[in-house]
């Protein structure tokens, strides 16, 4: 991968990851870059880094080599975010040279301890010092708590007002030749836009009250260039990826989009015949479906799906007197992910006892989700047609709701 200039002085290195779970969890069908910046005065910096996978380190030092940078040059390393896709280098830097100065905060520094055994010199910084790399270039942190980690910070560069915000206005999506908003076209900008939402929504999502707030604190900070730890760079309109990030974290809380997303299991084909009608009557009031069908659909999309959807249809049987397992399981992480708020309609198949209405009850009322179901239709065995009928009547009922919350919504 080329190493770029990002602005003037300061430079972007980056590796792809893919064929791996994010976080050990989250499929990434269209692999990741983590970023990396060199910044350069009299005194160099590296901002964030990348992950210690399968060699992805010597991606970096050979980037370094190709600008002919030493990696006894570098003053300083500033870490952002010690979450490991960023810091995991760290740990092969330091069998190259020990006597670098870290710079993070004070609950960064802990963890450079904890994950690296570093004992070097680390100074924690708070929001508004500042380290002035010469000529000119002062950096100036801000503390961006959770976002996406306790410990996190922002860097940036008052020179030429680059913000340095590592996770924050990240997406997935392997990068290649392309790396900057003014270089993509307004399909690739598409890809990238939901591949922004799929991250988000997997990983920050939970945190977008704290999103919110870090938002709030830059505002009075002059930003022209937006270079993520993630992703692409915005250099012509960095103004959007921060409007995408305020609107992802309002979907938090709802309405998001006039859509519905569709879950649905089935063990012998009963449950399955409400798809259809369902989803009939949802388009007949024109909203947008997403269908995702467990345990098939991978789980960063259909919470994704759901993210940016006012509806949800959660169509299960019972399995063993309680909802089959792979909906709860997903129902739960919905509730952690703190998708709330939504529009909602349950029905499903049992046999000898019911079960998945109330288990379905007890994960949205313990985490919380304040979601807002219509009357549940359950059958015993296979549906008849007036259930089905009554399915479809539900779907339609649900879209007009979905509807009519997101058209009283002040940002529609
Ligand atoms: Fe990209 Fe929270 O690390």
């Known amino acids: 991968m080329k190493t770029t200039e990002v602005t003037e002085g300061i430079f972007r290195l980056s590796a792809n990851v893919e064929d791996i779970l994010f976080e050990g969890i ?7 870059s983590m970023n990396s910046y060199i910044v350069k005065g009299t005194k160099a910096a590296i901002v964030d880094g990348v992950c210690d996978w399968d060699g992805v380190p010597q991606t970096l030092y050979d980037q370094l080599d190709r600008m002919q940078i030493d990696i006894n040059d570098l003053d300083y390393v500033i870490m952002n975010h010690l979450e490991p896709d960023h ?3 760290f740990r092969s830097f330091l069998q ?3 006597d670098v100065t870290v710079i993070t ?3 960064g520094a802990e963890l450079v301890k904890h994950f690296y055994g570093y004992e070097g010199d680390i100074r924690a910084v708070k929001t508004g010092d500042t380290l002035d790399l010469g000529e000119g270039r002062v950096l100036l942190f801000a503390e961006i708590p959770n976002v996406h980690w306790p410990e996190t910070i922002a860097t940036y560069d008052t020179k030429s007002k680059t913000l340095l915000p590592c996770d924050a206005f990240g997406s997935f999506g392997s990068i290649g030749e392309k790396m900057y908003d003014d270089q993509l076209d307004e399909q690739e900008l598409a890809f990238f836009e939901q591949e922004a939402t799929r991250y988000y929504a997997n990983i920050v999502g939970p945190f977008s009250a704290f999103v919110q707030r870090a938002i709030d604190k830059l505002k009075d900070i ?3 260039i937006i270079a993520p730890g993630h992703g692409i760079v915005w250099r012509r309109n960095p103004a ?3 409007g995408d990030y305020i609107r992802y974290a309002s979907y938090s809380k709802g309405p998001a989009k006039t859509d519905v997303t569709v879950l649905y299991a089935s063990m012998y084909g009963m449950t399955a015949r409400g798809i259809d009608p369902v989803i009939e009557g949802l388009r007949s009031e024109g909203v947008t479906v997403h269908v995702h069908r467990l345990p098939e659909a991978p789980w960063g999309d259909a919470l994704a799906s759901v993210w940016q959807s006012s509806g949800v249809v959660v169509a299960a049987p019972t399995y063993e007197y309680k909802m089959f397992p792979p909906m709860a399981a997903l129902l739960e992480e919905l509730g952690r992910k703190k998708a709330l708020n939504r529009k909602a309609f349950s029905f499903g198949s049992y046999g000898w006892s019911g079960g998945a209405q109330k288990e ?17 239709v359950e059958f015993r065995g296979a549906p008849t047609s007036e259930h089905l009928e009554l399915i479809r009547q539900r779907g339609k009922e649900l879209a007009v709701k979905v509807t009519e919350w997101v058209a009283a919504s002040p940002a529609s």
């Open 240 to 242: 959007k990826i921060v």
């Open 96 to 98: 190259l040279r020990s």
């Open 26 to 32: 989250w499929p990434i069908p269209n692999g990741v």
């Open 87 to 89: 810091s995991g280098w």
């Open 222 to 224: 002059e930003i022209k």
């Open 360 to 376: 379905l009850a007890e994960i949205t009322e313990r985490n919380r989700m304040n979601w807002d179901f219509l009357e549940p």
């Open 105 to 107: 905060s004070e609950k």
